[in-house]
């Protein structure tokens, strides 16, 4: 069983950054998601098992970077010029699903889900 553990969320005010991380042991595609009240849950960024690979959501291009430390088991997700709309839980999630190539950008790609973090982005 895979326990994936996000931290880093809290309040920031609308054009500043945070830094979520999650912890998991294990060679696994991982995927950051995020749910706002009464929406679907969305996938944001990825990155494969190398981190050779790497895609994010239109809407968070530009301004989120996904990267992980393999030797810490750890992947991260840096927020910057955050806005009001980013405001949501935020869901480390992870598959055994590995390529060099590609990775899963929908929810039903993931197998293992963390309990979420919230980040507030006031305006």
């Keep these: 069983q895979v326990q994936l553990v996000e931290s880093g969320g809290g309040l920031v005010q609308a054009g500043g950054s945070l830094r979520l991380s999650c912890a998991a042991s ?29 895609y994010y959501a239109d809407s968070v291009k530009g301004r989120f970077t996904i990267s992980r ?6 992947v991260y997700l840096q927020m910057n010029s955050l806005k009001p ?4 839980v ?16 929908s929810r039903n790609g993931y197998t293992y889900w963390g309990q979420g973090t919230q980040v507030t982005v006031s305006s």
């Excluded at 009240?37 to 990155?47: C, L, M, N």
């Excluded at 430390?69 to 750890?74: E, L, R, S, V, Y």
């Excluded at 709309?85 to 949501?88: K, N, V």
Aim: charged share 20%; hydrophobic share 35%; net charge neutral.
């Design 26 to 54: 294990g060679r696994y595609t991982m995927g950051w998601f995020r749910q706002a009240p009464g929406k679907e849950r969305e996938f944001v960024a990825g990155i494969t098992w190398s981190g050779g690979i790497t």
């Design 90 to 105: 935020y869901y480390c999630a992870a598959t055994t699903y590995v390529s060099t190539v590609a990775l899963p950008t």
């Design 69 to 74: 430390d393999n030797a810490k088991n750890t």
């Design 85 to 88: 709309e980013d405001t949501a």
